[in-house]
């Protein structure tokens, strides 16, 4: 069956532009997670939801970083005025319902900003 | 904070022998602790699962880890390397009792050789 996808895999974006990455999970699933990886290093929590609720967005870097999933499927991760130190992959996964079910990960976008 | 270390940023082993990725959590209490691989420019699948049944796990592809609470380690270890399985491996934790997010290690690359 059909994997965790986003959209785009590759995003190039000048500095102070405003980027919008798609994440389609499996589908039915409840859970929804938002992982950043910066070149080199392992992916950092960004955000978390449970259907279209936003249960837990700790790790959302500034208040320039906005995710939404208005229907409980398809979610947007949303940078605003993108920095240089926002380059990174922004990895999505999705899980049928909370722990101990598998996070499933999609392949990514790599944002650039240059 | 539920962290975890792996020594080593690089790792090359020969086709045949022993493969030891070395993984050390942090945690006042028995957390549950995850290997998962990425390939190159895909999302991270995941080897296996530490919960706190067996000490030690039994994965996909070969490998297995075992749970060491005295030693405060999860160590990833396949007996004999394949070249199929160069690749990117990560140790990640989620703290017990709550929350869904993963806290990854920064990731061991690893190298087999002819």
């Known amino acids: 069956g059909a994997g965790v996808s986003q959209s785009p895999r590759y995003k190039v974006a000048k500095r102070g532009q405003d980027v919008a990455l798609r994440c389609d999970p499996i589908s039915g699933h409840v859970s929804l997670f938002w992982y950043q990886q910066a070149l080199g290093q392992g992916p950092e929590f960004l955000t978390y939801f449970q259907n279209e609720a936003q249960l837990d967005k700790s790790g959302l870097p500034s208040d320039r970083f906005f995710a939404e999933r208005p229907e409980g499927s398809v979610s947007t991760l949303k940078i605003q005025r993108t920095q240089q130190e926002d380059s990174a992959v922004y990895l999505c996964a999705s899980s049928l319902r909370d722990f101990p079910y598998e996070q499933y990960f999609g392949p990514g976008t790599r944002l650039t900003v240059t | 904070a539920q962290s975890v270390t792996q020594l080593g940023s690089h790792v090359s082993v020969s086709e045949g022998a022993l493969v030891l990725l070395r993984c050390n959590y942090s945690?006042?209490?028995?957390?549950?602790l995850f290997w998962y691989v990425q390939y190159p420019n895909q999302g991270l699948q995941l080897l296996l699962k530490?919960?706190?049944?067996?000490?030690l796990v039994k994965g996909i592809n070969g490998f297995e880890a075992e749970f060491k609470k005295s030693e405060t380690s999860f160590h990833l270890t396949k007996p004999s390397a394949h070249m199929s399985d160069a690749a990117e491996y990560f140790c990640?934790?989620?703290?017990?009792?709550?929350?869904?997010?993963?806290?990854f290690g920064t990731g061991t690359q690893l190298k087999v050789e002819l």
């Open positions: 530490y919960t706190s049944a067996a000490t």
């Open positions: 990640a934790v989620r703290k017990a009792g709550g929350g869904n997010k993963l806290t």
């Open positions: 945690s006042s209490v028995p957390p549950y």
